[in-house]
Protein backbone atom coordinates (compact mmCIF):
# COMPACT_ATOMS: atom_id res chain seq x y z
CA UNK A 1 0.00 0.00 0.00
CA UNK A 2 1.41 3.06 -0.99
CA UNK A 3 0.53 6.47 0.61
CA UNK A 4 -1.84 8.66 -1.31
CA UNK A 5 0.07 11.75 -3.13
CA UNK A 6 -0.34 14.89 -3.42
CA UNK A 7 -1.40 16.43 -6.40
CA UNK A 8 -0.52 18.13 -8.27
CA UNK A 9 2.30 16.24 -9.49
CA UNK A 10 4.40 16.21 -12.34
CA UNK A 11 5.02 13.38 -14.84
CA UNK A 12 7.64 12.52 -17.42
CA UNK A 13 7.12 10.08 -20.08
CA UNK A 14 10.40 9.27 -21.59
CA UNK A 15 11.28 8.10 -25.68
CA UNK A 16 8.21 8.66 -27.20
CA UNK A 17 9.62 8.46 -30.54
CA UNK A 18 6.55 8.30 -32.66
CA UNK A 19 4.64 10.87 -30.48
CA UNK A 20 1.41 8.08 -29.50
CA UNK A 21 1.93 8.04 -25.77
CA UNK A 22 -0.61 10.40 -25.37
CA UNK A 23 -3.28 8.83 -27.82
CA UNK A 24 -2.55 5.03 -27.08
CA UNK A 25 -4.50 5.52 -23.84
CA UNK A 26 -7.07 7.54 -22.26
CA UNK A 27 -4.85 9.73 -19.64
CA UNK A 28 -7.48 11.74 -18.13
CA UNK A 29 -8.00 9.37 -14.81
CA UNK A 30 -4.59 11.46 -14.18
CA UNK A 31 -4.84 14.71 -15.65
CA UNK A 32 -8.05 15.02 -14.17
CA UNK A 33 -7.34 13.20 -11.11
CA UNK A 34 -9.93 14.69 -8.57
CA UNK A 35 -7.24 15.73 -5.63
CA UNK A 36 -5.71 18.23 -8.79
CA UNK A 37 -4.74 17.78 -12.56
CA UNK A 38 -1.37 16.36 -13.16
CA UNK A 39 0.77 17.94 -15.48
CA UNK A 40 2.28 15.05 -18.47
CA UNK A 41 4.86 15.91 -20.26
CA UNK A 42 6.08 14.01 -23.27
CA UNK A 43 9.68 13.85 -24.23
CA UNK A 44 10.25 12.28 -27.93
CA UNK A 45 13.98 12.11 -28.30
CA UNK A 46 16.23 10.10 -26.22
CA UNK A 47 19.03 11.50 -24.03
CA UNK A 48 21.72 9.05 -22.67
CA UNK A 49 24.00 11.39 -20.79
CA UNK A 50 23.33 10.68 -17.18
CA UNK A 51 24.18 14.67 -16.32
CA UNK A 52 21.60 15.72 -19.06
CA UNK A 53 19.49 12.85 -17.68
CA UNK A 54 19.24 14.37 -14.35
CA UNK A 55 18.68 17.76 -15.99
CA UNK A 56 15.99 16.91 -17.64
CA UNK A 57 14.32 14.37 -14.87
CA UNK A 58 15.19 16.75 -11.80
CA UNK A 59 11.33 18.74 -11.61
CA UNK A 60 9.25 15.72 -11.81
CA UNK A 61 7.54 13.01 -9.28
CA UNK A 62 6.98 10.36 -11.53
CA UNK A 63 8.62 8.77 -14.60
CA UNK A 64 7.45 6.41 -17.58
CA UNK A 65 10.22 4.70 -19.37
CA UNK A 66 9.86 2.63 -22.50
CA UNK A 67 11.08 -0.55 -21.88
CA UNK A 68 14.93 -0.41 -21.73
CA UNK A 69 15.22 2.38 -23.92
CA UNK A 70 16.83 5.03 -20.96
CA UNK A 71 18.60 3.31 -17.77
CA UNK A 72 17.55 4.91 -14.84
CA UNK A 73 20.81 3.82 -12.57
CA UNK A 74 22.21 4.06 -9.17
CA UNK A 75 23.84 7.57 -9.93
CA UNK A 76 20.60 9.13 -11.39
CA UNK A 77 18.58 7.79 -9.36
CA UNK A 78 20.66 9.27 -6.46
CA UNK A 79 20.69 12.66 -7.85
CA UNK A 80 16.60 13.10 -8.53
CA UNK A 81 15.17 14.21 -4.86
CA UNK A 82 11.44 14.87 -6.02
CA UNK A 83 10.93 11.52 -7.70
CA UNK A 84 8.57 9.13 -5.91
CA UNK A 85 7.32 6.69 -8.59
CA UNK A 86 9.12 4.94 -12.30
CA UNK A 87 6.68 3.19 -13.95
CA UNK A 88 7.95 0.98 -16.92
CA UNK A 89 6.18 -0.41 -20.31
CA UNK A 90 6.49 -4.38 -19.73
CA UNK A 91 6.72 -6.67 -16.13
CA UNK A 92 10.20 -6.16 -15.98
CA UNK A 93 13.12 -3.65 -16.94
CA UNK A 94 16.80 -4.79 -15.91
CA UNK A 95 18.06 -1.57 -16.85
CA UNK A 96 15.87 0.03 -13.52
CA UNK A 97 18.25 -0.46 -10.27
CA UNK A 98 15.33 -1.08 -8.36
CA UNK A 99 17.40 -1.48 -5.59
CA UNK A 100 18.59 1.86 -5.69
CA UNK A 101 15.21 2.98 -5.99
CA UNK A 102 13.94 1.33 -2.98
CA UNK A 103 17.15 3.03 -0.75
CA UNK A 104 15.47 6.59 -2.03
CA UNK A 105 12.06 5.38 -1.42
CA UNK A 106 10.92 5.42 -5.27
CA UNK A 107 7.74 3.28 -5.81
CA UNK A 108 8.70 1.20 -9.45
CA UNK A 109 5.88 -1.27 -11.15
CA UNK A 110 5.30 -2.00 -14.66
CA UNK A 111 2.58 -2.79 -16.43
CA UNK A 112 1.19 -5.86 -18.56
CA UNK A 113 2.46 -6.97 -22.23
CA UNK A 114 1.87 -8.75 -25.03
CA UNK A 115 3.86 -11.69 -26.42
CA UNK A 116 2.32 -11.60 -29.47
CA UNK A 117 3.88 -8.68 -31.34
CA UNK A 118 8.00 -9.85 -30.95
CA UNK A 119 6.58 -13.34 -32.33
CA UNK A 120 5.46 -11.71 -35.18
CA UNK A 121 8.12 -9.77 -35.89
CA UNK A 122 10.52 -12.63 -35.91
CA UNK A 123 8.69 -14.14 -38.61
CA UNK A 124 8.83 -10.84 -40.74
CA UNK A 125 12.67 -10.84 -40.13
CA UNK A 126 12.86 -14.85 -40.98
CA UNK A 127 10.69 -14.64 -44.18
CA UNK A 128 12.19 -11.16 -45.29
CA UNK A 129 15.84 -12.61 -44.97
CA UNK A 130 14.90 -16.31 -46.54
CA UNK A 131 12.95 -14.95 -49.61
CA UNK A 132 14.93 -11.60 -49.79
CA UNK A 133 11.98 -9.42 -49.72
CA UNK A 134 13.48 -6.25 -49.22
CA UNK A 135 16.01 -6.78 -52.58
CA UNK A 136 13.13 -8.19 -54.59
CA UNK A 137 11.04 -5.32 -53.87
CA UNK A 138 14.20 -2.45 -54.59
CA UNK A 139 14.71 -4.36 -57.66
CA UNK A 140 11.05 -4.15 -58.65
CA UNK A 141 11.11 -0.21 -57.94
CA UNK A 142 14.22 0.05 -60.86
CA UNK A 143 12.79 -2.43 -63.39
CA UNK A 144 14.28 -5.74 -61.84
CA UNK A 145 12.96 -9.03 -61.74
CA UNK A 146 13.53 -11.83 -60.03
CA UNK A 147 16.70 -11.27 -59.29
CA UNK A 148 17.29 -13.82 -56.30
CA UNK A 149 16.46 -17.48 -55.24
CA UNK A 150 14.82 -17.74 -52.17
CA UNK A 151 14.97 -20.25 -49.57
CA UNK A 152 11.95 -23.08 -48.35
CA UNK A 153 11.49 -23.00 -44.61
CA UNK A 154 9.18 -26.58 -44.47
CA UNK A 155 11.15 -29.76 -43.80
CA UNK A 156 14.28 -27.80 -42.51
CA UNK A 157 15.39 -26.93 -38.91
CA UNK A 158 14.16 -24.16 -36.42
CA UNK A 159 16.76 -23.46 -33.46
CA UNK A 160 14.95 -21.44 -30.57
CA UNK A 161 17.69 -19.79 -28.03
CA UNK A 162 14.80 -19.76 -25.48
CA UNK A 163 11.20 -21.20 -25.50
CA UNK A 164 9.75 -19.07 -23.02
CA UNK A 165 6.01 -16.75 -24.11
CA UNK A 166 7.81 -15.50 -27.03
CA UNK A 167 10.08 -18.58 -27.82
CA UNK A 168 6.97 -20.73 -27.81
CA UNK A 169 4.94 -18.64 -29.81
CA UNK A 170 7.59 -18.77 -32.67
CA UNK A 171 7.84 -22.31 -32.09
CA UNK A 172 4.41 -22.70 -33.18
CA UNK A 173 4.31 -20.78 -36.26
CA UNK A 174 7.44 -22.76 -36.88
CA UNK A 175 5.46 -26.17 -37.03
CA UNK A 176 2.82 -24.75 -38.99
CA UNK A 177 5.76 -23.86 -41.79
CA UNK A 178 6.57 -27.51 -41.51
CA UNK A 179 9.43 -27.26 -40.17
CA UNK A 180 11.41 -28.98 -37.13
CA UNK A 181 11.72 -27.54 -33.85
CA UNK A 182 14.49 -27.22 -31.39
CA UNK A 183 14.88 -25.70 -28.39
CA UNK A 184 17.66 -24.92 -26.00
CA UNK A 185 17.78 -22.74 -22.46
CA UNK A 186 19.67 -23.84 -19.33
CA UNK A 187 16.39 -24.13 -17.39
CA UNK A 188 14.69 -25.60 -20.38
CA UNK A 189 13.48 -29.53 -19.73
CA UNK A 190 12.38 -31.96 -22.32
CA UNK A 191 8.80 -32.06 -21.14
CA UNK A 192 8.59 -28.77 -20.97
CA UNK A 193 10.11 -28.77 -24.61
CA UNK A 194 7.54 -31.06 -25.76
CA UNK A 195 4.79 -29.27 -24.42
CA UNK A 196 5.83 -26.50 -26.77
CA UNK A 197 6.07 -28.57 -29.80
CA UNK A 198 9.67 -28.62 -30.04
CA UNK A 199 12.73 -30.85 -29.42
CA UNK A 200 15.17 -29.80 -26.06
CA UNK A 201 18.59 -30.22 -27.41
CA UNK A 202 22.22 -29.40 -26.09
CA UNK A 203 23.16 -25.87 -26.91
CA UNK A 204 25.88 -27.07 -29.17
CA UNK A 205 23.63 -29.10 -31.45
CA UNK A 206 21.10 -26.71 -32.16
CA UNK A 207 23.96 -24.19 -33.53
CA UNK A 208 25.49 -26.78 -35.72
CA UNK A 209 22.20 -28.45 -37.03
CA UNK A 210 19.63 -25.56 -37.19
CA UNK A 211 18.62 -23.32 -40.61
CA UNK A 212 17.51 -20.69 -39.00
CA UNK A 213 18.19 -19.52 -35.02
CA UNK A 214 16.19 -16.82 -33.38
CA UNK A 215 17.09 -16.19 -30.09
CA UNK A 216 14.40 -15.19 -27.45
CA UNK A 217 16.23 -14.92 -24.19
CA UNK A 218 16.21 -12.50 -21.05
CA UNK A 219 19.67 -10.45 -21.12
CA UNK A 220 21.46 -11.51 -18.28
CA UNK A 221 24.84 -12.01 -17.00
CA UNK A 222 24.72 -15.88 -18.33
CA UNK A 223 23.59 -14.47 -21.41
CA UNK A 224 25.70 -11.80 -21.85
CA UNK A 225 27.60 -12.55 -25.12
CA UNK A 226 26.44 -16.17 -25.22
CA UNK A 227 26.96 -15.98 -29.20
CA UNK A 228 30.20 -15.06 -29.79
CA UNK A 229 33.13 -16.16 -32.15
CA UNK A 230 33.12 -20.04 -31.42
CA UNK A 231 29.29 -20.37 -31.47
CA UNK A 232 28.76 -18.23 -34.59
CA UNK A 233 31.21 -20.54 -36.20
CA UNK A 234 29.51 -23.54 -35.34
CA UNK A 235 26.20 -21.96 -37.32
CA UNK A 236 26.07 -24.04 -40.62
CA UNK A 237 27.33 -20.90 -43.40
CA UNK A 238 24.52 -20.63 -44.86
CA UNK A 239 22.10 -20.47 -41.80
CA UNK A 240 20.11 -17.81 -40.78
CA UNK A 241 20.38 -15.65 -37.37
CA UNK A 242 17.36 -13.49 -36.01
CA UNK A 243 17.54 -11.55 -32.65
CA UNK A 244 15.07 -9.98 -31.44
CA UNK A 245 15.60 -10.18 -27.68
CA UNK A 246 18.37 -7.93 -26.78
CA UNK A 247 21.10 -6.70 -28.65
CA UNK A 248 24.38 -7.64 -26.06
CA UNK A 249 23.53 -11.50 -26.00
CA UNK A 250 24.80 -11.94 -29.53
CA UNK A 251 28.74 -10.30 -29.73
CA UNK A 252 28.24 -7.37 -32.36
CA UNK A 253 32.32 -7.62 -33.20
CA UNK A 254 32.04 -11.20 -33.92
CA UNK A 255 28.96 -10.96 -35.62
CA UNK A 256 30.34 -8.16 -37.77
CA UNK A 257 33.19 -10.45 -38.75
CA UNK A 258 31.57 -13.83 -39.29
CA UNK A 259 29.66 -11.67 -42.28
CA UNK A 260 32.87 -10.13 -43.41
CA UNK A 261 34.23 -13.19 -44.01
CA UNK A 262 30.75 -15.16 -45.66
CA UNK A 263 29.68 -16.44 -42.55
CA UNK A 264 26.18 -17.16 -42.02
CA UNK A 265 23.27 -16.80 -45.04
CA UNK A 266 21.58 -13.82 -43.52
CA UNK A 267 20.97 -11.82 -40.41
CA UNK A 268 18.12 -10.15 -39.25
CA UNK A 269 18.05 -7.70 -36.06
CA UNK A 270 15.79 -5.99 -34.13
CA UNK A 271 18.32 -5.15 -31.30
CA UNK A 272 21.77 -3.88 -30.46
CA UNK A 273 24.11 -2.99 -28.28
CA UNK A 274 23.36 0.78 -28.29
CA UNK A 275 20.10 2.47 -29.31
CA UNK A 276 19.40 4.39 -31.19
CA UNK A 277 21.87 2.55 -33.31
CA UNK A 278 24.24 5.36 -34.62
CA UNK A 279 24.13 6.25 -37.86
CA UNK A 280 28.17 5.08 -38.99
CA UNK A 281 27.61 2.13 -36.77
CA UNK A 282 28.80 -0.73 -39.57
CA UNK A 283 25.84 -3.07 -39.01
CA UNK A 284 24.20 -0.52 -40.83
CA UNK A 285 26.20 -1.74 -44.04
CA UNK A 286 26.98 -5.08 -43.14
CA UNK A 287 26.47 -7.61 -46.12
CA UNK A 288 23.21 -9.79 -45.94
CA UNK A 289 21.61 -8.06 -43.13
CA UNK A 290 18.24 -7.10 -42.30
CA UNK A 291 18.06 -4.40 -39.60
CA UNK A 292 14.94 -2.95 -38.03
CA UNK A 293 14.75 -0.02 -35.18
CA UNK A 294 13.86 -2.12 -32.22
CA UNK A 295 10.13 -2.70 -33.66
CA UNK A 296 9.40 -5.70 -31.54
CA UNK A 297 6.86 -4.43 -29.30
CA UNK A 298 6.16 -1.65 -31.41
CA UNK A 299 2.43 -1.84 -32.54
CA UNK A 300 -0.73 -0.28 -31.66
CA UNK A 301 -1.96 -2.96 -29.32
CA UNK A 302 0.83 -3.27 -27.24
CA UNK A 303 1.32 0.59 -26.71
CA UNK A 304 -2.70 0.22 -25.64
CA UNK A 305 -1.72 -1.91 -23.34
CA UNK A 306 1.41 -0.74 -22.10
CA UNK A 307 -0.16 2.85 -21.73
CA UNK A 308 -3.39 1.89 -20.12
CA UNK A 309 -1.27 -0.13 -17.46
CA UNK A 310 0.64 3.26 -16.94
CA UNK A 311 -2.21 5.35 -16.27
CA UNK A 312 -3.50 2.69 -14.00
CA UNK A 313 -0.05 2.28 -12.57
CA UNK A 314 -0.11 5.99 -11.70
CA UNK A 315 -3.65 6.44 -10.54
CA UNK A 316 -3.24 3.72 -8.34
CA UNK A 317 -0.43 5.20 -6.74
CA UNK A 318 -2.48 8.80 -6.55
CA UNK A 319 -5.17 6.78 -5.06
CA UNK A 320 -2.49 5.36 -2.50
CA UNK A 321 -4.08 1.49 -3.40
CA UNK A 322 -1.56 -1.25 -3.95
CA UNK A 323 0.20 -1.54 -7.41
CA UNK A 324 1.61 -4.03 -9.29
CA UNK A 325 5.75 -3.79 -8.05
CA UNK A 326 8.24 -4.75 -10.46
Known amino acids: MTAAYACPVRIAVLDDYQGVALTSADWSPVTAHPTGPCAVDVFRDHVSQPDVLVARLEPYDAVVVMRERTPLTREVLGR ?12 RNPSIDTAAAAEA ?5 GTESLATAPAELTWALVLG ?6 LE ?11 TVGRDLAGHTLGLLGLGRIGSQVAAVGRAFGMHVVAWSRSLTPERAEAAGARSV ?28 RELSLMRPDALLVNTSRGPIVDEAALLAALERGHLGGVGLDVFDEEPLPADHPLRT ?14 RDVYATFFAGVVEDVTAYLDGVPIRLL
Do not use: K, N
Not at 105 to 109: D, K, L, P, Q, W
Not at 137 to 147: F, K, L, P, V, Y
Not at 286 to 299: D, F, I, S
Open 80 to 91: LPHLRLVVTTGR
Open 129 to 134: LSRHVV
Open 286 to 299: APRTLLTPHLGYVT
Open 137 to 147: AEAMRTGGWQT
Open 202 to 229: PFDELLSSSDVVSVHLPLADGTRGLLGE
Open 105 to 109: GITVC
